[in-house]
């Protein structure tokens, strides 16, 4: 079975600060991973994934994540946040065409 | 191109009752899964259908059910529905059942149980 760990629930950070999400996974087997992020009373909206090659991704709005497999991990990272990314940010794998499972999610709320 | 849809947007029902949810995946998916969201569980996976057939099922009771028409448009059902039950259900289509297309998700249906 897989697990996801998201550390931080919640991450308060200055407008035009960088920022990093933390996402540790856990997997028996080879997965794909995910970054979603939800706006309130939305739906998740993909913002990047990895299926294999390089382990750096680019994503939509800036994002990217780095993929390391020795560290099981998947971060995902901004240089520059803006007011609009406040959200909660979600990470997910799945083993390959499996079923997604999620972690318990980040809220990331931006500071003026 | 037009996303995921479901429908409705909000609900609110009575203990007992039972409830229908509706999802129409993107034209040409064949793949719709359905998710519970709750601020105590998170997200968790209810079912996946795929060509009609459900392919993977989630830990809940027989009281989630679903199905999935020749259209590919989805349906998800809850009988005696129970307090618990309040949540934001997700509904996710793909093209060909593979999570590496990266699932699209709907706005959710917001349903509430009195």
């Known amino acids: 079975a897989q697990s996801v760990t998201q550390l931080d629930s919640q991450v308060p950070v200055f407008e035009e600060a960088p920022v990093e999400l933390r996402c540790n996974y856990s997997s028996s087997v080879s997965v794909y991973l995910f970054w979603y992020v939800q706006y309130p009373n939305q739906g998740l909206q993909l913002l990047l994934k990895?299926?294999?090659?390089?382990?750096l991704v680019k994503g939509i709005n800036g994002f990217e994540a780095e993929f390391n497999k020795s560290q099981t991990s998947f971060h995902l990272r901004k240089p520059s946040v803006h007011i609009s990314d406040t959200a909660e940010y979600f990470c997910?794998?799945?083993?390959?065409?499996?079923?997604?499972?999620f972690g318990t999610g980040t809220r990331l709320t931006i500071i003026p | 191109k037009a996303g995921v849809t479901q429908t409705p947007r909000y609900l609110i029902k009575t203990r007992g009752q039972q409830v229908t949810l509706s999802c129409s995946p993107i034209s040409g998916h064949r793949s719709v899964s359905w998710y519970q969201q709750t601020p105590g569980q998170g997200l968790q996976f209810l079912f996946e259908y795929f060509s009609e057939t459900q392919r993977n099922k989630g830990n809940f009771p027989g009281r989630f059910s679903g199905r999935q028409f020749s259209n590919s448009r989805s349906e998800m059902n809850v009988s005696t529905l129970e307090l618990g039950d309040s949540a934001l259900y997700l509904c996710?289509?793909?093209?060909?059942?593979?999570?590496?297309?990266?699932?699209?998700f709907g706005s959710g249906t917001r349903l509430t149980v009195v």
């Open positions: 997910a794998v799945t083993p390959r065409g499996e079923k997604l499972t």
């Open positions: 990895y299926l294999s090659g390089s382990t």
């Open positions: 996710a289509s793909s093209p060909g059942g593979q999570a590496n297309y990266g699932y699209t």
